[in-house]
């Protein structure tokens, strides 16, 4: 069943799988069309082989959990879930902080997954926040724009695209 898949996911990729970052691949397969949980699982994918790229250690230089959490539902605002009468990045930030309150998420950690998601557009901002907030929308703007592709591992893109298929993600966020 569902919980298979996810926990299958998890340790093919090395996803984190504590019991908050399960519930939350699950509601975002849950509310999500396939093309934006894809591009959300992806775009923490990308994160993670960046930042090490740069030398930072999930766990050690940031907090790996949080910058899942960050990728997994950073775009909640854009279903029906999470949307609001705000801009999209802050609807899907509100719902995403609500969420991992009810899971027992600690406030700490709850405001940094509001900041990256809320500020996930936001070019040159997210990363003066800190270093969670960096490494998430790096990975972001790798799947979005292709920005910094270059310094993925050889093979790494197609990989994630083969597991996490596109599905023609420009044309359907539009």
Do not use: K
Request: glycine share 10%.
């Amino acid at each position: 069943g569902m919980t298979n898949h996810v926990s299958g996911d998890a340790a093919q990729w090395g996803l984190p799988d504590s019991t908050v970052c399960a519930a939350a691949v699950e509601l975002a397969r849950d509310v999500s069309p396939d093309f934006l949980h894809n591009h959300c699982v992806r775009s923490y994918l990308f994160a993670r082989e960046l930042a090490a790229a740069d030398g930072l250690r999930g766990g050690v230089d940031y907090d790996e959990e949080v910058v899942f959490l960050s990728s997994v539902l950073h775009d909640l605002g854009l279903t029906e879930y999470g949307a609001g009468d705000q801009r999209f990045e802050v609807d899907g930030a509100d719902a995403a902080a609500g969420f991992l309150r009810a899971q027992g998420l600690a406030d700490n950690r709850v405001a940094t997954v509001w900041q990256s998601i809320a500020l996930h557009t936001s070019i040159g901002l997210g990363h003066r926040f800190g270093t969670e907030q960096a490494v998430c929308h790096r990975g972001i703007d790798v799947d979005v724009a292709g920005a910094q592709q270059d310094r993925l591992p050889e093979g790494f893109a197609a990989r994630v695209h083969a597991a996490w298929p596109r599905h023609n993600l420009g044309f359907a966020i539009t």
